[in-house]
């Protein structure tokens, strides 16, 4: 939502409600019906509040009964990150009031929320779907337990930065919300151990996009177990998690074939074998596809490739993935094929930089 506090709304009540003059003459010379704020319909305040900012929204809400009910009922998202210093008590005014919302984003710039906040949460918006509570320090697992037994329809949760969280806790959670597709466990490196990563595997088939950036415990039990589990999954950010192997990557490019993002910086273990498994797999997922059409695999594979900081890799490799993969590019503008750090990977392109560079060379040596 945009808008400018409460003069936006003021605004949008004169042009919508009182009419063409702003004095309650409709367009057509009549008198208005509506001139007061309380004798909005429902219909056109939420087209109103529509048009607005989140603050806005939440002022609007305690104009009276009436707007408060219809608000409460409609709002469905919800952004409190535009709180500087006091989103847990607003958090625990507002949670008993919008029970209907499905997506609240509370990302703070400094820890504010406590777990009382998030237990409320929890006791009230049963149907939530996308939570965000990231860069919250204060939070403790008591936390994510209240999450599993009070939202079960979570589909999307951020918890990247939560660094008090523990393994036993985000595990109990996967036990409970197993809808979840989009997990976000960034810098969680208590939490994101290969036990946590275990319960994710057993719980969590239907898990697309996970980021387990900077979790240092993260080994290849846990990067298997995830890989077996989750069949589904889209995206994988490894970045500086130092333990894995091959054995991470070729599990994933053997067992999870609609994986279109993965990040490796750092990932200093990874060797040549898996950069010519993950271009094997390309070839196989194709004979898959070819001998069952039930299978929708997309023709695009992998799309984005961050192996920044490996230096262990070749030229010969690397390029067998990028031949592989033609939505890696190293080209300028549409660097999907990160490299950077790798001095001995300068050789490696795409077929458009190939391309590029026969036509630079061809215009700086012209044939006589």
């Known amino acids: 939502m945009v808008g400018q506090g409460g003069e936006e709304l003021e605004f949008c009540f004169e042009r919508l409600v009182m009419g063409g003059d702003g004095r309650g003459r409709m367009d057509g010379g009549g008198v208005g019906v509506i001139t007061e704020w309380k004798d909005v319909p429902m219909e056109l305040l939420l087209r109103i509040v529509a048009l607005v900012d989140d603050r ?6 305690g104009v009276c009964s009436g707007w408060r009910d219809a608000i409460c009922l409609g709002l469905t998202h919800l952004s409190l990150s535009w709180c500087k210093n006091n989103m847990n008590n607003l958090v625990l005014s507002l949670a008993p009031k919008f029970t209907k919302l499905q997506a609240l984003t509370l990302r703070q710039d400094k820890p504010q929320l406590e777990d009382n906040a998030v237990e409320i949460i929890a006791n009230y918006c049963h149907d939530l779907q996308d939570l965000d509570l990231s860069k919250s320090f204060k939070l403790s697992d008591s936390s994510l337990y209240a999450l599993a ?9 951020n918890i990247s930065g939560c660094t008090a969280f523990s393994d036993a806790a985000l595990a109990h959670l996967t036990g409970f919300c197993r809808k ?12 994101a151990s290969n036990r946590a990563l275990q319960a994710i595997g057993r719980n969590c088939s239907q898990l697309q996009s996970l980021n387990l950036g900077w979790c240092e415990d993260v080994s290849d039990a846990g990067v298997m177990s995830l890989a077996y589990g989750c069949p589904d999954l889209r995206a994988l950010d490894l970045c500086g998690c130092v333990r894995i192997t091959d054995e991470s990557v070729i599990a994933l490019a053997n067992r999870c074939l609609h994986l279109r993002s993965l990040g490796l910086y750092f990932c200093q273990n990874i060797t040549d074998r898996a950069m010519y498994s993950l271009a094997q797999s390309r070839v196989k997922n194709k004979h898959e596809m070819w001998e069952s059409m039930k ?9 984005n ?3 920044s900081q490996c230096t262990a890799l ?11 993969f033609p939505a890696l590019h190293t080209c300028p503008g549409r660097h999907s094929l990160i490299i950077s750090g790798c001095l001995s990977l300068t050789s490696v392109h795409c077929a458009c930089g190939v391309q590029a560079h026969r036509t630079a060379s061809q215009l700086s040596h ?3």
Do not use: W
Not at 56 to 61: E, G, N
Not at 180 to 191: E, H, I, R, S, T
């Open 56 to 61: 806005t929204v939440i002022m609007a809400s």
């Open 149 to 157: 037994h009070g939202c079960p329809n979570l589909t999307k949760l």
């Open 180 to 191: 979840l597709k989009f997990l976000n466990l960034c810098g969680c490196g208590k939490a």
């Open 295 to 303: 299978s929708r695999y997309s023709e695009e594979g992998l799309m």
């Open 305 to 307: 490739l961050n192996i």
């Open 314 to 324: 070749t030229p010969p490799a690397v390029q067998a993935v990028c031949d592989s």
């Open 366 to 368: 012209p044939a006589h």
